[in-house]
């Protein structure tokens, strides 16, 4: 038996709550505001515990084949490429969490940062 966190109400792992994050991928993005609010609610995290949970569904996420994107409303693409954050996923992990820490993990808006397949947004 493992002292694995899991969800409140299902009891599922978040080794699997995790996985079914970037499983999404294939259909549409997959926001910050989507999975952060889950984590906080659903596993009762503190602080640095959702801040590992979030660094670990980034990385599945980008393991997946994703990249940082936002809305391409008002232009000619659905998604637009967030290359700020880098190419190598340790350094779009870190910044992406840097950038959170600096509203004092707060709430995403849905309106901000997701991550989508390159042929979702190529």
């Not at 659903?42 to 515990?49: G, L, P």
């Not at 997946?64 to 008002?74: D, H, I, L, M, Y």
């Not at 637009?80 to 992406?96: H, L, W």
């Amino acid at each position: 038996m493992t002292n694995e966190p899991r969800d409140k109400r299902y009891g599922t792992p978040l080794s699997e709550w995790i996985m079914e994050i970037p499983a999404e991928l294939p259909v549409d993005a997959v926001g910050l505001w989507q999975f952060i609010p889950a984590a906080r609610e659903d596993f009762d995290f503190d602080e640095e515990q959702l801040i590992d949970c979030v660094r670990r569904v980034l990385h599945a996420l980008i393991d997946a084949g994703a990249k940082p994107v936002r809305s391409g409303k008002g232009t000619d693409h659905a998604w637009i490429e967030q290359t700020q954050y880098g190419s190598e996923p340790g350094e779009i992990v870190d910044k992406i969490i840097n950038e959170w820490a600096g509203w004092g993990f707060g709430e995403p808006m849905a309106g901000g940062l997701w991550f989508a397949l390159p042929e979702l947004f190529g």
